[in-house]
């Protein structure tokens, strides 16, 4: 080749280079926006939901025999120590202490590590006067190694601080949360955190609209329900954990292997908090439940046994009332609890730690899951069906289950659109009744309305019954909620009520009968449609009018404004130490120091209290306006109780030795239904003085009422 033309043929490769470098480069996306699009990173970990002492390194094989032990146990300590870590002799042993498993990168325990003391420091805040506690958690994961085998991962917490004594109150658990950060914060895998699913909704909306997103609770913005990690559902969305669980004198009550999601609605857009929701299952290693009996004495089987074991519990951060009042959902429970319904959540205050680092405080929530109701009521699991939704009028009401659940609710819904009234109503009324409880329907709405719940009623209902085998019918120690098969409604976020967002008392003056039935009250989030039940509910008198004294049973008995106060009371001393020191450390909103504080706080708690003295009366008004009952005209009931049981007075459950008046609307009629104690059965009535007997009277007048019991 005549070398004069090299030069040449060089420059033309060296344009044909760039050419097809340029095209590739235009052709493909940028590197980070290839990385936008993708679901996951190259290097994500295919085991990611394995639990991390069951996936050894690469070249390791794991020995469940080698075993790593702590020279101090896990607990509260308020001295400064020395912790040496044990294995086999011959064993290197790696640690880690930010929750991350154990590699052969991990540094090497050689010698014995100090474990110091915090001291109480100078107030975080303005807001307070009081040094505030200094409270850390070593939390350590640990391995062996030796001779190509690894052990499995060991966790030990180890709670320090000068006061760690005096730190918690006597009825706070603190949760001690171990897990690997990858799962939790990354940003493609951690689910603690916006990541991957938001920044491609963000795209894909800029795309679509020529704009990005603003923020906002419209669905047609940006809010926290938008595509983000935090909001991912079901087991792709749990992350393993290691659990340790102390009482307030640092005695180890639970010390286990689970899973962890994030739980609930708008709130797990919350920071830096999310509600946190525990997983006991066999597959990571331990057991299946948490054997505790978290919520005191309450919570006992329908055969008197106390429940000591839970295969889940939720640590929620408050949720709506997270930066009001902090204790709006756990008071509505009590009361309802108090006022007769028999599905509400327990509560019991909590500290949590999560790979050393404070987490906040919570809320320990019982579950609502069809295991649960198994421990409760009898039955089998599978017999049980929840479903959730919202109760609509106007349009579809939608309920998410299992088929045979949601479709079975389905049929109900529409027996209560088309009301009991008309040719046909009667039947429709008995069929409703025949499948669902609508007593407890009646009481359950009364109580909505009267605590006002703006996020209720087209959201935030679930649903459950029980499906009985022919088998289990033949069973005379059936439950009865079981054997009937009915619809029944568990309670369940209840804090968006109780002048949450006080404006000069607006939500203790509104009626909420009107707004239900109309559908039409800006003010309220998730009430745009009217209620199919409460309208089905009032399209007939005796209904009507069992609907309308279920407010006399509540404003004389659970929600009387001293109750609801000493029962607020009560709940502002058992969350007040941990709410206090959440608030000191600045952790609601990390940029604003300014709110919440302890000023709106008791600010909030006093909205409740005004809430509760102003609105028997609108209630009053309520009813008069929307149902036609004058408060003024009543007739007056007092029963009296002895041993052998209690009764149901229209709804209001009045307990063995006691005695109690109502003063209902006059021109109704209200039924007292005998609720003997196992081994008793009712021997006579005296209504004035008249004998009656059955498991049930009726009375329209003033009357006196005693029941008898006898033995069976």
Same mark, same amino acid.
């Given at each position: 080749?005549?070398?004069?033309?090299?030069?040449?043929?060089?420059?033309?490769?060296?344009?044909?280079?760039?050419?097809?470098?340029?095209?590739?480069?235009?052709?493909?996306?940028? /590197?980070?926006?290839?990385?936008?699009?993708?679901?996951?990173?190259?290097?994500?970990?295919?085991?990611?939901? *394995?639990?991390?002492?069951?996936?050894?390194?690469?070249?390791?094989?794991?020995?469940?025999?080698?075993?790593?032990?702590?020279?101090?146990?896990?607990?509260?300590?308020?001295?400064?120590?020395?912790?040496?870590?044990?294995?086999?002799?011959?064993?290197?042993?790696?640690?880690?202490?930010?929750?991350?498993?154990?590699?052969?990168?991990?540094?090497?325990?050689?010698?014995?590590?100090?474990?110091? $003391?915090?001291?109480?420091?100078?107030?975080? $805040?303005?807001?307070?006067?009081?040094?505030?506690?200094?409270?850390?958690?070593?939390?350590?994961?640990?391995?062996?190694?030796?001779?190509?085998?690894?052990?499995?991962?060991?966790?030990?917490?180890?709670?320090?601080?000068?006061?760690?004594? $005096?730190?918690?109150?006597?009825?706070?658990?603190?949760?001690?949360?171990?897990?690997?950060?990858?799962?939790?914060?990354?940003?493609?895998?951690?689910?603690?955190?916006?990541?991957?699913?938001?920044?491609?909704?963000?795209?894909?909306?800029?795309?679509?609209?020529?704009?990005?997103?603003?923020?906002?609770?419209?669905?047609?913005?940006?809010? @926290?329900?938008?595509?983000?990690?935090?909001?991912?559902?079901?087991?792709?969305?749990?992350?393993?954990?290691?659990?340790?669980?102390?009482?307030?004198?640092?005695?180890?009550?639970?010390? !286990?292997?689970?899973?962890?999601?994030?739980?609930?609605?708008?709130?797990?857009?919350?920071?830096?908090?999310?509600?946190?929701?525990?997983?006991?299952?066999?597959?990571?290693?331990?057991?299946?439940?948490?054997?505790?009996?978290?919520?005191?004495?309450?919570?006992?089987?329908?055969?008197?046994?106390?429940?000591?074991?839970?295969?889940?519990?939720?640590?929620?951060?408050?949720?709506?009332?997270?930066?009001?009042?902090?204790?709006?959902?756990?008071?509505?429970?009590?009361?309802?609890?108090?006022? =007769?319904?028999?599905?509400?959540?327990?509560? $019991? @205050?909590?500290?949590?730690?999560?790979?050393?680092?404070?987490?906040?405080?919570?809320?320990?929530?019982?579950?609502?899951?069809?295991?649960?109701?198994?421990?409760?009521?009898?039955?089998?699991?599978?017999?049980?069906?929840?479903?959730?939704?919202?109760? %609509?009028?106007?349009?579809?009401?939608?309920?998410?289950?299992?088929?045979?659940?949601?479709?079975?609710?389905? !049929?109900?819904?529409?027996?209560?659109?088309?009301?009991?009234?008309?040719?046909?109503?009667?039947?429709?009324?008995?069929?409703?009744?025949?499948?669902?409880?609508?007593?407890?329907?009646?009481?359950?709405?009364?109580? /909505?309305?009267?605590?006002?719940?703006?996020?209720?009623?087209?959201?935030?209902?679930?649903?459950?019954?029980?499906?009985?085998?022919?088998?289990?019918?033949?069973?005379?120690?059936?439950?009865?909620?079981?054997?009937?098969?009915?619809?029944?409604?568990?309670?369940?976020?209840?804090?968006?009520?109780?002048?949450?967002?006080?404006?000069?008392?607006?939500?203790?003056?509104?009626?909420?009968?009107?707004?239900?039935?109309?559908?039409?009250?800006?003010?309220?989030?998730?009430?745009?449609?009217?209620?199919?039940?409460?309208?089905?509910?009032?399209?007939?008198?005796?209904?009507?009018?069992?609907?309308?004294?279920?407010?006399?049973?509540?404003?004389?008995?659970?929600?009387?404004?001293?109750?609801?106060?000493?029962?607020?009371?009560?709940?502002?001393?058992? *969350?007040?130490?941990?709410?206090?020191?959440?608030?000191?450390?600045?952790?609601?909103? !990390?940029?604003?120091?300014?709110?919440?504080?302890?000023?709106?706080?008791?600010?909030?708690?006093?909205?409740?209290?005004?809430?509760?003295?102003?609105?028997?009366?609108?209630?009053?008004?309520?009813?008069?306006? %929307?149902?036609?009952?004058?408060?003024?005209?009543?007739?007056?009931?007092?029963?009296?109780?002895?041993?052998?049981?209690?009764?149901?007075?229209?709804?209001?459950?009045?307990?063995?030795? /006691?005695?109690?008046?109502?003063?209902?609307?006059?021109?109704?009629?209200?039924?007292?239904?005998?609720?003997?104690?196992?081994?008793?059965?009712?021997?006579?009535?005296?209504?004035? =003085?008249?004998?009656?007997?059955? %498991?049930?009277?009726?009375?329209?007048?003033?009357?006196?009422?005693?029941?008898?019991?006898?033995?069976?």
């Amino acid at each position: 080749m005549n070398r004069k033309y090299i030069p040449a043929i060089i420059c033309l490769l060296v344009l044909v280079a760039v050419s097809f470098f340029l095209f590739v480069r235009n052709a493909s996306p940028p /590197q980070e926006e290839a990385e936008l699009y993708a679901s996951w990173p190259v290097n994500r970990p295919d085991n990611l939901n *394995i639990p991390a002492h069951l996936r050894p390194e690469a070249g390791l094989t794991l020995n469940p025999s080698l075993e790593v032990s702590f020279s101090h146990p896990p607990g509260f300590y308020s001295m400064p120590f020395q912790l040496t870590i044990y294995a086999p002799e011959g064993a290197a042993i790696h640690y880690t202490l930010d929750g991350s498993p154990p590699t052969t990168d991990s540094p090497i325990h050689t010698a014995p590590m100090r474990i110091s $003391t915090p001291s109480p420091g100078a107030p975080v $805040t303005r807001f307070d006067s009081l040094a505030p506690s200094r409270v850390t958690v070593y939390s350590i994961n640990a391995i062996a190694i030796l001779g190509g085998q690894v052990s499995e991962v060991f966790t030990s917490n180890f709670v320090v601080g000068t006061d760690v004594y $005096t730190r918690f109150c006597e009825n706070t658990l603190i949760f001690v949360l171990n897990s690997d950060p990858h799962g939790l914060f990354d940003h493609y895998d951690g689910i603690l955190v916006e990541g991957i699913d938001r920044e491609i909704f963000r795209q894909e909306f800029f795309d679509t609209h020529g704009r990005w997103p603003a923020r906002g609770y419209s669905y047609e913005y940006e809010n @926290p329900a938008s595509p983000a990690n935090f909001n991912r559902r079901g087991r792709e969305a749990e992350r393993p954990v290691h659990v340790q669980m102390f009482d307030h004198t640092g005695e180890l009550h639970i010390s !286990q292997r689970a899973g962890v999601r994030v739980r609930g609605g708008f709130s797990r857009a919350a920071e830096p908090q999310k509600s946190l929701e525990l997983f006991a299952r066999d597959e990571y290693g331990d057991r299946n439940n948490f054997p505790f009996q978290f919520f005191g004495e309450v919570e006992r089987t329908y055969y008197g046994e106390y429940i000591d074991r839970y295969r889940r519990v939720r640590l929620r951060n408050g949720g709506t009332d997270r930066n009001s009042g902090f204790i709006r959902d756990e008071l509505s429970h009590v009361l309802f609890r108090q006022a =007769g319904h028999s599905d509400t959540q327990l509560h $019991t @205050p909590a500290a949590v730690f999560l790979n050393g680092e404070y987490y906040g405080v919570a809320w320990l929530k019982s579950p609502r899951t069809e295991n649960h109701l198994r421990r409760r009521y009898g039955g089998v699991t599978d017999g049980f069906e929840i479903v959730a939704g919202g109760d %609509n009028r106007f349009t579809y009401s939608w309920w998410t289950g299992n088929y045979r659940a949601s479709s079975d609710l389905h !049929q109900v819904s529409e027996l209560a659109r088309q009301g009991f009234a008309g040719e046909d109503g009667q039947e429709r009324f008995e069929e409703f009744s025949r499948r669902i409880d609508v007593d407890a329907l009646i009481r359950y709405y009364a109580m /909505q309305i009267y605590i006002n719940n703006i996020d209720w009623p087209n959201h935030n209902i679930e649903m459950w019954r029980y499906f009985p085998t022919e088998e289990e019918l033949n069973d005379p120690n059936l439950h009865p909620y079981l054997r009937d098969g009915r619809w029944r409604v568990f309670a369940h976020d209840l804090e968006a009520a109780w002048s949450i967002w006080d404006d000069d008392n607006r939500m203790a003056r509104e009626d909420t009968i009107r707004d239900i039935m109309a559908g039409d009250n800006p003010n309220r989030w998730n009430s745009h449609n009217s209620s199919a039940f409460l309208y089905a509910i009032l399209s007939r008198e005796d209904t009507t009018a069992q609907f309308a004294n279920t407010f006399i049973d509540l404003i004389e008995g659970a929600f009387a404004p001293a109750n609801i106060e000493a029962v607020l009371d009560n709940l502002i001393a058992q *969350i007040q130490n941990e709410l206090h020191y959440a608030l000191r450390m600045n952790f609601f909103y !990390q940029d604003n120091e300014w709110w919440p504080n302890p000023d709106s706080i008791r600010y909030s708690h006093d909205a409740i209290r005004r809430f509760a003295h102003i609105r028997p009366n609108y209630i009053y008004l309520s009813i008069s306006n %929307n149902l036609g009952f004058n408060w003024e005209h009543r007739f007056s009931v007092t029963i009296s109780t002895g041993v052998g049981g209690g009764v149901v007075m229209n709804s209001r459950p009045v307990e063995a030795f /006691q005695m109690v008046t109502g003063n209902y609307f006059l021109g109704t009629q209200i039924r007292i239904t005998a609720r003997p104690n196992i081994g008793y059965e009712v021997g006579y009535w005296l209504v004035n =003085g008249v004998e009656q007997h059955g %498991n049930y009277i009726t009375v329209s007048e003033d009357s006196n009422v005693f029941v008898n019991f006898v033995r069976t």
